[in-house]
């Protein structure tokens, strides 16, 4: 977002310089044509996907088309805030609201180990819908979600507040939420994350316990199981057990935690 942002932003910059010198020489359409145009290159080149391409370039025709309807400026404050109550978690995280499909749920439960007092930890809560059916699928269990998006949160808290015994949605950074207690955590996060969150656990859950990501791989390295979902071509969940050979106390594994925590 702050990359299509900065895009829009300088696209105007320049927009704004040729216009005192083209504007009496050119239709009024080409100024959002061009804003566009010129943004759409620029994301191109920071590395946006084409969806975000498409949004670029219609952008600035939207806003014309707005200035001939316009709208209680109220809305415009109200709009935003609404936006920040359910993405804002993840602005600087990098991670954006994904919800995983019935097929994960099903497949996530078939990983979980029948360990008696198992607790099973999901960052990045969302809606709950993962909890809410693993809760009620191992009555023996115990589950903990973390959200940092108010009303998704506020969304999810209702959504297993009939089970709430043995599950429990927790409002926060994921990255505040220790996992040493869990023999299974769930993640369905963003690339960005996933070497923090690799070491996090190296850091803090004991050896044979169980990382599951949802499509998202740690970089460098090999997850004991992969399972293939029928969602979408990339779709799986990544089985990575906890080594019971590994240096947990580098300065590196900290220094990354540290700087994840920050945000």
């Not at 994921?174 to 996060?189: D, I, M, Q, T």
């Not at 690799?198 to 949802?214: F, R």
């Amino acid at each position: 977002m702050l990359r299509a942002l900065a895009a829009q932003g300088l696209a105007l910059a320049v927009i704004f310089g040729l216009a005192w010198l083209l504007a009496p020489r050119m239709p009024f359409w080409f100024w959002p044509l061009a804003q566009g145009g010129a943004a759409a290159f620029l994301a191109y080149l920071w590395g946006l996907n084409r969806w975000w391409l498409i949004f670029q370039v219609a952008l600035p025709f939207a806003l014309v088309w707005q200035l001939g309807h316009p709208v209680p400026a109220w809305i415009y404050p109200l709009a935003l805030l609404g936006l920040v109550l359910v993405f804002g978690g993840g602005l600087l995280t990098r991670v954006p609201l994904y919800n995983s499909s019935h097929a994960a749920w099903k497949a996530l439960l078939d990983r979980l180990p029948l360990t008696e007092g198992l607790k099973v930890a999901d960052l990045g809560a969302g809606l709950g819908g993962p909890l809410s059916y693993l809760a009620r699928q191992r009555p023996d269990a115990h589950f903990v979600g973390v959200e940092a998006s108010p009303v998704v949160w506020l969304l999810a808290w209702l959504r297993t507040w009939s089970l709430r015994s043995r599950c429990r949605i927790r409002f926060g950074s994921l990255w505040k939420l220790p996992l040493g207690e869990f023999h299974v955590v769930y993640a369905f996060l963003s690339p960005a994350p996933m070497p923090a969150l690799w070491k996090k656990t190296l850091l803090e859950m004991a050896p044979g316990t169980l990382l599951i990501s949802n499509t998202f791989q740690i970089p460098g390295v090999i997850p004991e199981t992969e399972i293939r979902l029928p969602d979408r071509p990339d779709a799986r969940l990544l089985v990575y057990r906890i080594p019971g050979d590994v240096e947990t106390s580098t300065s590196d594994s900290q220094e990354a935690l540290k700087k994840a925590e920050n945000t």
